[in-house]
């Protein structure tokens, strides 16, 4: 029999063999090949079972959504009073013959201009001669297809838009100023601080989700000298993973400051817990998502009246149902703006 010396290396390891007899060598290479294809198999069960939790995921959303577009309009042909005041929205959805999240006419796609950094390993689309960087998970298509959600669909970023937007930030009365500091919390891409970070004297990005924190780095290098990003959420207390709203403002409250807050469906306790923090502030705007549950419309406008603060609702109106149960009427405010 002969011998075999020599190192072989395997995904992650690397086995030295000295001196191994052929019959050994190959018990050892029939072993490692009955070793790879068990993993193999092992992991093409894995990802066969997240296909089809996934597939099972998006079956139950469309019977979902199904369900609640055929609630809304059963109740408004019952209710035709209440009904006059969705008009538009309800002659959208008889329309579109389906659920919509924006029940009003979007505009069409125009042209984005979106790539892939080679250096950074991140795809990004063109905002206003800047780069809006996003995951490496994410396709060309998948960021273009968002981009254009945000700005087409939603308007997000309009400033006294005429259309009835519910998603719109800001109007004519409550908007970013020259020399704002600037909270954006729940940033996601960061596309709203991104937009207004030539106005702003300061901008503090705020986005716990991690598959963020590399693309907002990476999206607002360009301005690290007056950019900060925190990887943590906003809560009621301050804990290793969160920060309250009162601290997180406490450096830069003495400031004129706009906030813009869509911390899903997380705004009206955080909120409440600062009260007391915002009642004593006269520069402060804010703009918070009040459609994540059926109810935080008015009490959070509740809120803001109790400590002296003006507010607006943007307008038109949207159908969510990812976090409870939507009630009559299901059409719900988007955007609440607040300003002392």
Known sequence: MGYRVGTYHVPGKTIILVAMKDSAFKNLLVNLRALFTTNIRRRINENTNKIAMLEEFVVDQKITERYYFLKVLDYYVRHEQEAAAFQKELDYLRQKGTYCIFPYPTESISTIQSGFDTAAGLPYVVHNQKKLYFPASFSEEAIVETYSNYIQTEKILAIGDTSEAPHQYQSSTVHVEK??????????????????????????????????????????????????????????????????????????????????????????????????????????????????????????????????????????????????????????????????
């Open 179 to 340: 020399g704002d500091v600037i909270f954006d919390i729940g940033a996601a891409e960061g596309l709203f601080a991104l937009d207004q970070v030539d106005n702003a004297s300061r901008v503090i990005i705020v986005e716990n989700d991690p598959q963020w924190t590399e693309p907002l780095h990476h999206t607002f290098a360009p301005w690290q000298e007056k950019t900060m990003v925190i990887q943590k959420g906003v809560s009621v207390v301050d804990t290793d993973y969160n920060l309250s709203l009162k601290t997180l403002l406490s450096e830069t409250a003495d400031h004129p400051t706009f906030i813009k807050m869509d911390i899903e469906g997380y705004e009206l306790p955080v909120i409440t817990s600062a009260l007391d923090f915002l009642k004593g502030k006269e520069n402060i705007k804010m703009a918070a998502a009040v459609y994540h549950r059926q109810h935080d419309a008015e009490e959070i406008k509740a809120l803001f009246d109790s400590i002296g603060y003006t507010s607006e609702f943007s307008k038109g109106y949207m159908l969510f149902h990812l976090y409870d149960m939507p009630t009559p009427p299901y059409f719900r405010r988007g955007i609440i703006r607040a300003k002392k």
